[in-house]
C-alpha cells in the first residue's frame, strides 16, 4: 500500500515569496490533515479535511494561508505572502476515518530568508 | 478543543532498560483515541502504540505499552529493554482533533 505522497521536499524561498505543498494521501482516506512543525515543538493542526469539505481551520492564518482539497482526493496547501516565522516543516497525514490512525507523510521543509 | 501536555522534555536511558514517558490530556469526550508517535531526525512520524478509551485493557505493543488511567486523563508510554533505535522525540496525540503534545526527546545511551 502506498504512503502518503507530499512535494517538494525542500523548498526554499524568500520572504514576500509564494509557495504552495501537494499531497496525495493514501487511496481511500477520507479524513487528510495539515501540520505545521516548527523546530523543537510538536505539530501544530493547521486543517482537517473530512472528503473535500473542511471540518477545522481553526488555526490556519487565514490572511496567508490557504488549502484545499478538490475532489476528495489530493490537498494543496499554500503560503502567500510567506514571512520568516513560516520556516517549519509540513506534514500531511490521513486516515480512513476521524479516530482511525494518522498515517503521515515525510513532509515539505521551509526555509523562508 | 482537546489539550495534550507532556511536562517531561528531555529523557535518557542506558540500553537495555526501561523508561517512561508522561502524558495528560484534557477532554469532555467519552468516547475517543490516544497515540503515542516516534519522529527520528528524519521528521517521519511513525505510529507506536494506539489506546481506545472505552477498552479497559492498556494496549501493548512489542517493548512498548501504555499506562492508561482514564480518570486521571492520564496516558504514559513505556519502553522496555531500550534500545539505541529507540533515540527519538515521542509525541502523545489524541484523537478525536489530533492534538500533539509538545513531545519529549528521548536519548537511549549505549
Known amino acids: 500500500e502506498a504512503g502518503v505522497a507530499q512535494s517538494p521536499r525542500y523548498k526554499i524561498i524568500e520572504k514576500r515569496q509564494s509557495v504552495a505543498f501537494w499531497c496525495n494521501p493514501i487511496s481511500g482516506h477520507a479524513t487528510l490533515y495539515w501540520y505545521q512543525q516548527i523546530l523543537g515543538q510538536g505539530p501544530k493542526l493547521l486543517i482537517q479535511f473530512q472528503n473535500n469539505g473542511v471540518v477545522d481551520d481553526s488555526q490556519l492564518p487565514k490572511d496567508r494561508f490557504s488549502a484545499e482539497r478538490l475532489k476528495g482526493v489530493d490537498s494543496t496547501l499554500k503560503i502567500q505572502p510567506a514571512k520568516l516565522e513560516d520556516s517549519a516543516v509540513y506534514l500531511c497525514a490521513s486516515s480512513s476515518t476521524r479516530g482511525n490512525t494518522i498515517y503521515f507523510g515525510e513532509g515539505s521543509w521551509l526555509t523562508v530568508v | 478543543a482537546q489539550t495534550v501536555t507532556q511536562s517531561q522534555p528531555e529523557m535518557s536511558v542506558q540500553e537495555a532498560e526501561t523508561v517512561t514517558l508522561s502524558c495528560t490530556y484534557d477532554?469532555?469526550?467519552?468516547?475517543?483515541?490516544l497515540f503515542w508517535y516516534k519522529q527520528p531526525p528524519s521528521r517521519q512520524m511513525i505510529l507506536v502504540i494506539r489506546?481506545?478509551?472505552?477498552?479497559?485493557q492498556n494496549a501493548t505493543e512489542n517493548r512498548f505499552s501504555v499506562n492508561f488511567q482514564k480518570a486521571a486523563k492520564s496516558f504514559s508510554l513505556k519502553i522496555s529493554d531500550s534500545q539505541l533505535g529507540d533515540t527519538a522525540m515521542y509525541f502523545c496525540a489524541s484523537v478525536n482533533d489530533m492534538r500533539f503534545g509538545a513531545g519529549t526527546r528521548l536519548t537511549v545511551k549505549p
Open positions: 489506546q481506545e478509551a472505552y477498552k479497559q
Open positions: 477532554t469532555s469526550e467519552n468516547n475517543y483515541y
